[in-house]
C-alpha cells in the first residue's frame, strides 16, 4: 500500500513569509498528526484530526500556524508568518481510528527559515 | 502529562555486537502502549517494536527485544548482531491506552554502527 506522502520535502524562506505543507495520509486513515521536530529533539504534536474534525490543538500556536483537513483526506498545515524559530521538520503520521493501532509517517518537510 | 527520557544522546557499537538504548517514562496512567521508532536520515520515523503494559512478556522483533520494566518505568531497546543499517536516530515513544491518541516522544538517542 502506498505510504504518507508529504510535500515538500524541503523549503527556505524568509522570516515573516508565509509557508503551506501538504499530506496526503494512507488511504482509510481517518486518523492524522502533524508533528513538529526541532533539531536534537523528539517530535511534539502540533495538531490531531479525526476526519475532516480537529481532535487536539492544544499545542498548536494559533496566532501563526494553522491546520486544516477540509474533506477529511489530505491536510495541509500553514505558518504565517514564519519565524526562525520554526525552523523543524514537520511530519505527518496516520493511523486507522481504532484501538491499538499503529501510527504511519510521512517522510516530512524540512523547513529553514533565515 | 506523560514524559519520556532518553539519556544517552549518543551511542556506538561495533558491527555484529549488541547494544542497548535506555529510555524512562512517566506517567499516572496504568495502562499505555511503548514503542522503539527508528529515524534514518531520510527522515521517516519506522516502528522497531512496541510493548503493550498490561503484558509482562517482553515484546521481540527478530534482532530486536525490550526489558520492559513497569513498576521502574524503564523501557530499554536491545539489539543483537548491530549492522550498519541501524545506523540511525532512536527514539522512545509513549501512548495513552486504548490507542489512537499521540505519541509523545523522548529526544533521542543518536546510534552509530561500526564497521
Known amino acids: 500500500e502506498a505510504g504518507v506522502a508529504q510535500s515538500p520535502r524541503y523549503k527556505i524562506i524568509e522570516k515573516r513569509q508565509s509557508v503551506a505543507f501538504w499530506c496526503n495520509p494512507i488511504?482509510?486513515?481517518?486518523?492524522l498528526y502533524w508533528y513538529q521536530q526541532i533539531l536534537g529533539q523528539g517530535p511534539k504534536l502540533l495538531i490531531q484530526f479525526q476526519n475532516n474534525g480537529v481532535v487536539d490543538d492544544s499545542q498548536l500556536p494559533k496566532d501563526r500556524f494553522s491546520a486544516e483537513r477540509l474533506k477529511g483526506v489530505d491536510s495541509t498545515l500553514k505558518i504565517q508568518p514564519a519565524k526562525l524559530e520554526d525552523s523543524a521538520v514537520y511530519l505527518c503520521a496516520s493511523s486507522l481510528n481504532l484501538p491499538n493501532t499503529e501510527a504511519f509517517f510521512g517522510q516530512g518537510t524540512r523547513l529553514t527559515v533565515v | 502529562a506523560q514524559t519520556v527520557t532518553q539519556s544517552q544522546p549518543e551511542m556506538s557499537v561495533q558491527e555484529a555486537e549488541t547494544v542497548t538504548l535506555s529510555c524512562t517514562y512517566d506517567?499516572?496512567?496504568?495502562?499505555?502502549?511503548l514503542f522503539w521508532y527508528k529515524q534514518p536520515p531520510s527522515r521517516q520515523m519506522i516502528l522497531v517494536i512496541r510493548?503493550?503494559?498490561?503484558?509482562?512478556q517482553n515484546a521481540t522483533e527478530n534482532r530486536f527485544s525490550v526489558n520492559f520494566q513497569k513498576a521502574a518505568k524503564s523501557f530499554s531497546l536491545k539489539i543483537s548482531d548491530s549492522q550498519l543499517g541501524d545506523t540511525a536516530m532512536y527514539f522512545c515513544?509513549?501512548?495513552?491506552?486504548?490507542?489512537?491518541?499521540?505519541?509523545?516522544f523522548g529526544k533521542g538517542t543518536r546510534l552509530s554502527v561500526i564497521a
Open positions: 515513544a509513549f501512548m495513552k491506552y486504548p490507542g489512537n491518541t499521540p505519541l509523545v
Open positions: 510493548q503493550e503494559a498490561y503484558k509482562q
Open positions: 488511504s482509510g486513515h481517518a486518523t
Open positions: 506517567t499516572s496512567e496504568n495502562n499505555y502502549y
